[in-house]
């Protein structure tokens, strides 16, 4: 081997080292970002159990609490720096693929890609936030809003219908991957004592089975509001977890659910300490 191609060698090494440490970067800051918003949302869903009302427990909910706090202005446009890079890695993984030996699947590359345009989404909001825009209102008003707009197109029932199955069958995914511990192939469960490994599963279990509760329940009101053709059935995620409430275990269901989401911003801060990127 000459010189040249020694070089060139080198110089692609260094290239793929830098370009793995800044997608390892994004991913970790995006994934501790996440941790943040569904940790306080958990909070003020606590909250909302215990009969304080006066802040929505959803992603607006959240970051007008951070911005209530000393420095909350950096702390907002820090958070919305991480979930950049929570979009940016999860378009790197679309485009080259994720980590693993499944990780290039189409399959994989697509749910990726999704996955960028929601965390896209909210990175927008969020320095939407930081910059003194306050959006459109709760995730409850926006909900309402949407679903108005989609029952007017035509096969807006069946559009509004179609989107909350697919809303409650991924919540029943998320949670049954949870319950199933699927994480565990993202981990570096080597790293990890058996004590850490004990309370990331308790976190990664009672956190997924959360989040999963939530995402299938607002399914089930937007297909109701497909069949009832009423959009102001369909909720946001402060109306979603509210009316775990109403039902007749009362503010209790709501707590267990809000210390589940507190549990699943707690295990993104571990995905972001040991998930392999």
Same mark, same amino acid.
């Given at each position: 081997m000459n010189a040249g191609s020694v070089a060139r060698n080198g110089e692609i090494g260094a290239r793929r080292a830098a370009t793995g440490s800044a997608r390892e970067g994004a991913a970790r800051a995006g994934l501790a970002a996440r941790g943040v918003i569904y940790a306080l949302v958990g909070v003020l869903a606590l909250r909302i159990a215990f009969g304080d009302s006066g802040r929505q427990a959803d992603r607006g909910g959240a970051l007008e609490e951070i911005a209530s706090k000393p420095f909350g202005a950096a702390l907002l446009w820090a958070l919305g720096a991480g979930l950049v890079g929570m979009a940016l890695w999860r378009l790197s993984e679309a485009v080259f693929g994720g980590a693993g030996q499944d990780g290039g699947?189409?399959?994989?590359?697509?749910?990726?890609?999704?996955?960028c345009v929601?965390?896209?989404?909210?990175?927008?909001?969020?320095?939407?936030?930081?910059? *003194?825009?306050?959006?459109? *209102?709760?995730?409850?008003?926006?909900?309402?809003?949407?679903?108005?707009?989609?029952?007017? /197109?035509?096969? *807006?029932?069946?559009?509004? *219908?179609?989107?909350?199955?697919?809303?409650?069958?991924?919540?029943?995914?998320? #949670?049954?991957?949870?319950? /199933?511990?699927?994480?565990h192939k993202h981990l570096k469960l080597g790293e990890m004592s058996r004590r850490v490994r004990r309370a990331v599963d308790t976190a990664g279990v009672g956190g997924g089975a959360a989040r999963g509760a939530v995402f299938a329940a607002?399914? #089930?009101?937007?297909?109701?509001?497909?069949?009832?053709?009423?959009?102001?059935?369909?909720?946001? /995620?402060?109306?979603?977890?509210r009316s775990f409430a109403g039902t007749p275990m009362g503010p209790w269901l709501l707590v267990c659910v809000a210390l589940g989401l507190v549990l699943f911003g707690l295990f993104s801060f571990a995905m972001a300490r040991w998930r392999r990127v």
């Open positions: 699947a189409v399959g994989k590359r697509l749910m990726a890609a999704a996955r929601f965390y896209g989404f909210v990175a927008y909001s969020v320095l939407s936030f930081a910059a *003194g825009s306050r959006g459109s *209102g709760s995730s409850d008003k926006q909900s309402r809003d949407v679903t108005a707009k989609a029952l007017g /197109m035509p096969a *807006g029932q069946w559009i509004v *219908g179609a989107f909350g199955v697919g809303l409650v069958v991924a919540g029943v995914w998320i #949670a049954a991957r949870a319950v /199933m511990r699927k994480y607002a399914g #089930a009101f937007a297909v109701r509001a497909a069949v009832d053709y009423e959009p102001d059935k369909a909720k946001g /995620m402060d109306d979603t977890l």
